[in-house]
């Protein structure tokens, strides 16, 4: 038993990989697509049940260098879902690399006028192919 | 949690003065396999298995200008009237909407039926999105769930405008 235990812990301790924590809670609306979200290289915005926006980035090379280098460590800064401030900070961070990919997370009780504003901004900063991170439908 | 067993080694002791002495030694493994077993625990705790999927969305580019004819246009204009029930007013080209109403589940249910009717009718229809900002997000997913569903790649998501209320309040 002792030595299936073991196995099971090496097996756990391998495969892990840790809950990237969530700059707001958001409960996500399901889907039937089967695109995975990408590991690396990702541009989230969040966007929480009341409409408040986060910009969140995987690497802190990047938080660093949009937030500055005292938010290396946070999940994602609250933004205003305008040209001048988010679309500026998106524009940055795709002219440092070029390979990120933005996903929109938004809570599914979200207003849709928040959404619209945001992926309207999206469309205005040339990204016009985004993801919509859902939940897999039963 | 190591003890060693002298017991046997004692009757030995005259001739084994210059040889190593051999001893049992018992080890007691309890507190690392407790130790074993809570890292086990956390481990399958805090381990995220299933990774969310994601959906795909491609808009034009804010500038270009893409001509349709009228008669490939589906347009869809999505309308929240109660809390748990939303209001889909479809029509092709500049016909007069005509309303799906019902619950959540049930009228994007209907739509779907409808898109691939249509479709089938005829593969060059465009469909236009135009969601009231009063709606919810989760009514954007569904729909565009619907549409992947039913294998609408070409359709385009548009701001609600006033003209398309006045639209809708005629009926």
Known sequence: MVDIGFLLLTFFMLTTQFKPEDAVEVQLPESHSVFKLPDADVITISIGKDGKTFL???????????????????AGMEVQPDIDHLGQMLIRARTMNPKLRTVIKS????????VERVMSLLQKVNITRFNLVTNQAK | MADVDLSQSRGKQKHS?????????????TPMVDVAFLLLTFF????????????????PPGDANVEVAESNL???RVVPSDKDTISIYYNIGVDKPVKIEGSRAKSIHA???????????????ITL????????????????????????TRFSLAPMADVDKKILEKL
């Open chain 1, 56 to 74: 969140g980035f995987d690497s802190q090379i990047m938080r660093a260098n949009i937030f500055g280098e005292q938010n290396r460590l946070r």
């Open chain 1, 107 to 114: 809570d599914k009780d979200t207003e849709y006028d928040v």
């Open chain 2, 17 to 29: 003065k210059k040889k190593k002495r051999r001893i049992g030694v018992k080890n007691d493994m």
């Open chain 2, 44 to 59: 399958m705790l805090t381990t995220t298995m299933a990774k969310p999927q994601t959906m795909e969305i491609n808009l």
């Open chain 2, 74 to 76: 589906l347009t869809l």
């Open chain 2, 111 to 125: 739509l779907g039926k409808l898109l691939q009717e249509n479709n089938k009718a005829n593969p060059k229809l």
């Open chain 2, 129 to 152: 999105l135009k969601m009231d900002k009063k709606a919810k997000y989760v009514d954007m997913v569904n729909i565009i769930d619907e549409f992947n569903l039913a294998d609408v």
